[in-house]
């Protein structure tokens, strides 16, 4: 499986916009591709995609972890120019979504091959789980209802090996421990200690970033 950032605080190349917000484009097996989340301003959006050679019509599904807008802020353009993606979000979410396929997610469910939500935890977030043969790794927007009760969902799915998205004070640093890889981006706090601490297998994290699992 790959995992593209292309919606980020930081930018690795100078080509490419970084911005408040997040996105990424989650490809695995012959799954349509899977963009998770859509970053704060689509046009923004949709300049990272042009530069990385993503095509927004090759978009199969859509995954909102929740409802703030610099992860929501470029899905009308997404639903605009992609063909009718599968849109999974938040049974709590509020915004409309101009689009055939929405679900309205509550507990934890299957996305598509390999792919699982954790369902929306604590009326707040949900995060996206992909399987693997190493173990799973977990998607996240912003960690708000702590790292500790999104890994305990993602579990019921497989251990664990890898987690990649806004963490925010996430500073439970143990719990991080018995992953292969952590890649902290976006809104995350404490992503300098994070980086020392699991130095070898924590990638910086950008817009362009792109994680081969």
Excluded: W
């Amino acid at each position: 499986m790959r995992i593209t950032i292309v919606y980020d605080n930081e930018a690795r190349l100078p080509e490419l916009r970084a911005d408040h917000g997040f996105s990424c484009l989650v490809e695995c097996g012959d799954a349509p591709p899977l963009l998770f989340d859509t970053g704060a301003r689509g046009r923004i959006l949709k300049h990272n995609l042009s530069v990385l050679g993503i095509d927004l019509c090759r978009i199969g599904v859509v995954f909102i972890s929740h409802d703030h807008s610099d992860h929501t802020g470029g899905l009308e353009e997404v639903l605009r120019e992609a063909e009718h993606p599968a849109v999974f979000r938040p049974a709590s979410s509020r915004m409309g979504v101009a689009a055939p396929d929405v679900t309205r997610v509550s507990e934890a469910c299957q996305i598509g091959p390999g792919m699982f939500s954790t369902g929306e935890l604590q009326g707040i977030e949900q995060s996206l789980v992909v399987t693997t043969d190493e173990g799973s790794v977990v998607v996240v927007g912003c960690a708000h209802p702590g790292l500790g009760s999104i890994l305990s969902a993602a579990s019921q799915f497989g251990s664990v090996r890898a987690v990649i998205g806004g963490l925010h004070g996430f500073r439970e640093f143990a719990l991080l421990d018995p992953l292969s890889l952590v890649c902290p981006c976006h809104c995350t706090v404490y992503k300098a200690e994070i980086r020392r601490l699991f130095r070898g297998r924590c990638p910086d994290c950008g817009v362009g970033t792109v994680l081969e699992l």
